[in-house]
């Protein structure tokens, strides 16, 4: 039972170019959402949240749009730089009563090249 | 402020034998997490604590793999036997609140 998904393994973009990172989740009760970036022989570092309450969230050259309705987020890079090339996991989070902390689940992740 | 800290970064052993994993969480971060990375997918939930006790250890195979941790800071995992299909990187996070610090995990190889 995937909850999280990235439906494309890989995305090549120029530099420059927009990136467009996609991500669909089925449960309803996930209340925040997440992008992390991970590097080889790196954990996964935080880029970007958003929200449920939200619909989008910028940063700099990130941005994250939520849409509730088709239960669908997507991450953009603009520009996208080489430096970017990485895997990027969508995130999903929900809140465990017990315990009073948050439970993260992770998409396969996509990997994004950006070509000079 | 200093990251997580995993040790130790690579382990190579052989099926049935045992091995245990080391985490040092972010300074006054209450939760603790292990996730399982397989190769070409997303890290999966093993073991969640909030302080020194088990929030959610749902996905924990529980006949090969225990995770303590003592004192609400450190945190070890252990597998013990080790099966072939248990070869991942293993990766601790802390967190107080949505977001979660990683470390750079534990590259297993069982062979």
């Known amino acids: 039972d995937q909850q999280v998904k990235q439906n494309s393994p890989s995305l090549s973009v120029q530099e420059g170019r927009i990136s467009i990172l996609n991500c669909d989740y089925t449960n309803s009760m996930f209340d925040y959402f997440l992008w992390y970036k991970k590097y080889p022989a790196e954990g996964p570092t935080f880029l970007i949240s958003i929200s449920s309450i939200k619909d989008k969230n910028e940063d700099g050259r990130f941005t994250v749009f939520l849409n509730k309705s088709a239960k669908h987020l997507s991450l953009h890079i603009v520009p996208s730089q080489p430096g970017d090339s990485a895997v990027y996991f969508c995130a999903a989070s929900l809140f465990i009563t017990q315990g009073g902390s948050e439970k993260l689940v992770f998409g396969k992740g996509t990997k994004l090249t950006v070509n000079p | 402020e200093a990251g997580v800290a995993q040790s130790p970064r690579y382990k190579i052993i052989e099926k049935r034998q045992s091995v245990a994993f080391w985490c040092n969480p972010i300074?006054?971060?209450?939760?603790l997490y292990w996730y399982q990375q397989i190769l070409g997918q997303g890290p999966k939930l093993l073991i969640q604590?909030?302080?020194?006790?088990?929030?959610?250890d749902s996905q924990l195979p529980k006949d090969r793999f225990s995770a303590e941790r003592l004192k609400g800071v450190d945190s070890t995992l252990k597998i013990q036997p080790a099966k072939l299909e248990d070869s991942a990187v293993y990766l601790c996070?802390?967190?107080?609140?949505?977001?979660?610090?990683f470390g750079n995990g534990t590259r297993l190889t069982v062979t």
């Open positions: 604590f909030q302080n020194n006790g088990v929030v959610d």
């Open positions: 300074s006054g971060h209450a939760t």
């Open positions: 996070a802390s967190s107080l609140g949505v977001t979660l610090h």
